[in-house]
């Protein structure tokens, strides 16, 4: 199984901040890695697919990049409404697997 | 636009089976272009993908290893919705279960997802 390993775990940052999450793969993955927003009591949103997309509807201020086993998630300026737990998944090879999240708060 | 609507008891006994069925809305179960997922997550173990059902040319079915003596998921093409069955449930199967889209021209991303639904195993 390919292991996702996103650092950090949690984070705390001021409205307007450029927020930076990582995700490592076990071994790489080419860009078949996709991005994830969860608010409580809700399921999943998906914000990025193939490590660098922009899903339909999602603000400008995300981006993705990185390839092969490294990953970047981005939010140029952390805006309230973002506070949630994000999630990177690859989508190489089943088992699709999923890493452990990064809970975004605010400072 | 697509829609999935999740349905089924959400409490069992140890050692019953759990039935969920996933209803779908914007699309067809039978899409070549798509597979029909179950997702579990718990806090203990996060977000766990369960399996997948997908139609090219005939049905296939992918199952997480983890899982696969005790997972069937299949497909309704009559009802277009597909369903989840998890055998000799214990109470480490306790978590929100979601059923989910992956299309094959977004790299296989869950592009839309079920509303949820709380499982909890307990005697």
């Known amino acids: 199984d390919i292991q996702m390993t996103q650092s950090p775990s949690s984070l705390s940052a001021s409205v307007g901040d450029r927020v930076t999450i990582t995700c490592r793969a076990s071994?790489?993955?080419?860009?078949?890695l996709n991005w994830y927003q969860q608010k409580p009591g809700k399921a999943p949103k998906l914000l990025m697919y193939?490590?660098?997309s922009l899903q339909s509807g999602v603000p400008s201020r995300f981006s993705g990049s990185g390839s092969g086993a490294d990953f970047t998630l981005t939010i140029s300026s952390l805006q309230p409404e973002d506070i949630a737990t994000y999630y990177c998944?690859?989508?190489?090879?089943?088992?699709?697997?999923f890493g452990g999240g990064t809970k975004v708060e605010i400072k | 636009q697509v829609q999935l609507q999740q349905s089924g008891p959400g409490l069992l006994k140890p050692s019953q089976t759990l039935s969920l069925t996933c209803a779908i809305s914007?699309?067809?179960?039978?899409?070549?272009?798509?597979?029909w997922n179950w997702i579990r997550q718990s806090p203990s173990r996060g977000l766990e993908w369960l399996g997948r059902?997908?139609?090219?040319?005939?049905?296939?079915?992918d199952y997480a290893v983890s899982m696969k003596s005790r997972v069937t998921i299949n497909p309704d093409t009559s009802k277009n919705q597909f369903s989840l069955q998890l055998n000799s449930v214990t109470p480490e199967d306790t978590a929100v279960y979601y059923c989910?889209?992956?299309?094959?021209?977004?790299?296989?991303?869950?592009?839309?997802w079920g509303q949820g639904t709380l499982v909890t195993v307990s005697s």
């Open positions: 989910a889209r992956a299309v094959y021209g977004g790299y296989s991303s869950f592009d839309y």
């Open positions: 914007g699309d067809s179960v039978s899409s070549n272009s798509a597979a």
């Open positions: 059902t997908y139609y090219r040319s005939k049905w296939y079915n």
């Open positions: 071994q790489s993955i080419s860009s078949y």
């Open positions: 193939a490590a660098s």
């Open positions: 998944q690859q989508s190489y090879s089943t088992p699709l697997t």
